[in-house]
């Protein structure tokens, strides 16, 4: 079945820092992918998102491409602060109607200052 | 505001006492779901929702019942809780055709 794997954590960068979060798929058809945030205490936040091969999903500074060919998905930043500590979680979904969100484990990410 | 809303936020129970979680959206989505997350696996997907009336399990249905007689509220259902259901939970419901979830602020259940 589908499934989705991130790189482990806790990742640990001081602020400023460039940070990269890998995330590979495995898929049986054309998913679309998504980043989500979790910040402590909240719920799940889209961050962003790709909806086929070669879209690029951006916001607030972070980054993320569709890459068919390596079946990646990998979130970057070029300079993180304090305020992006938080746990990340990739995903996918198949675009057929009743499909759900397939997360991979998440990635904890703690920026110091 | 456009939003999930989810209670109780906490809540510490019991072994074999009923009890119901509410989600509603204000969002008129057609399809919602829950899942539950655990340290180390993730979210899975407990139960989902296509629209009024229409359920289907997820991955982890075991233990949990859902019902949708109105197109804003999900509730979650534990008949009989045990230990292994401690976990936080989240609503979420579904924008569109490229499947963007929106997530309530989840629950945090506790089962002694």
């Known amino acids: 079945g589908d499934s989705v794997t991130q790189m482990e954590g806790p990742v640990t960068l001081s602020e400023e820092a460039f940070l990269t979060i890998n995330c590979t798929y495995t898929?049986?058809?054309?998913?679309?992918l998504f980043w989500y945030v979790q910040y402590p205490g909240e719920g799940l936040q889209l961050l962003l998102k790709?909806?086929?091969?070669?879209d690029k999903g951006s916001n607030k500074g972070f980054e993320a491409t569709y890459r068919k060919e390596t079946t990646s998905f990998h979130l970057e930043k070029g300079s993180v602060q304090v305020s992006d500590s938080a746990v990340y979680f990739c995903?996918?979904?198949?675009?057929?109607?009743?499909?759900?969100?397939?997360f991979g484990k998440g990635t904890t990410l703690s920026v110091s200052s | 505001e456009a939003q999930v809303t989810q209670n109780p936020r906490y809540l510490i129970t019991v072994t074999g006492k009923k009890l119901t979680v509410t989600c509603s959206q204000n969002?008129?989505?057609?399809?919602m779901s829950w899942y539950r997350q655990d340290p180390g696996l993730g979210l899975r997907q407990i139960y989902y929702?296509?629209?009024?009336?229409?359920?289907d399990k997820g991955d982890v249905p075991e233990g949990y019942k859902v019902s949708r007689k109105e197109k804003r509220n999900f509730p979650l259902i534990l008949e009989s809780p045990s230990p292994n259901q401690t976990s936080l939970y989240f609503c979420?419901?579904?924008?569109?055709?490229?499947?963007?979830?929106?997530f309530g602020p989840g629950t945090r259940l506790t089962v002694l």
């Open positions: 969002m008129n989505h057609e399809y």
């Open positions: 929702s296509m629209n009024v009336e229409v359920t």
């Open positions: 995903a996918l979904s198949e675009n057929q109607a009743g499909t759900a969100l397939i």
């Open positions: 898929a049986t058809g054309y998913p679309s």
């Open positions: 790709a909806t086929k091969a070669d």
């Open positions: 979420a419901s579904r924008k569109g055709e490229y499947n963007e979830q929106f």
